[in-house]
């Protein structure tokens, strides 16, 4: 069973040998959430299971970006489903489109006219609760310091 500051050191060593600026951000996003895993109090159930998760996971075994980039999004994925911790921006990003979807069914219901208006303003009423739902989750701790451009992980 591998410990956080074992990956941390695997990542920080792969980083050395690297020659693209996906490769090292891919790199920092997995220093970034092993850190961050490491602050946490997780019971002993939770950490077993977490090392259990990463162990199928199996990240050591491909230093092929885009295998890396798959672990990455199912490490998070499963972070988000049994300890409820999320990406920075998850809820803004995924509330955007909602709004927008909202605001294009309401701006189609008033005419062509106010089609762009309604996609425009879903937008913003998205990003707003989206944003206050991030904001919740920071105050409460449950935000993993890693951005991500999925919208749904």
Partial sequence: MQTFDNYITFFKGLKTELSSKKERRIYDDFVRVFNDLKLRNFSEVEHTALHNELDLIDLKSSTNIKVLNKKLKQLLAFLKQKFNLITIG????????????????????????????????????????GSEKDKKAKAEGLVIDVKTSESCI
């Fill in 90 to 129: 998850h809820y803004t990003n995924t509330y955007m489109p909602i709004g927008m979807c909202l605001g294009l069914v309401f701006g189609m219901a008033l005419g062509p006219i106010s089609l762009t208006f309604g996609l425009l303003i879903g937008m913003v009423i998205g990003m707003a609760l």
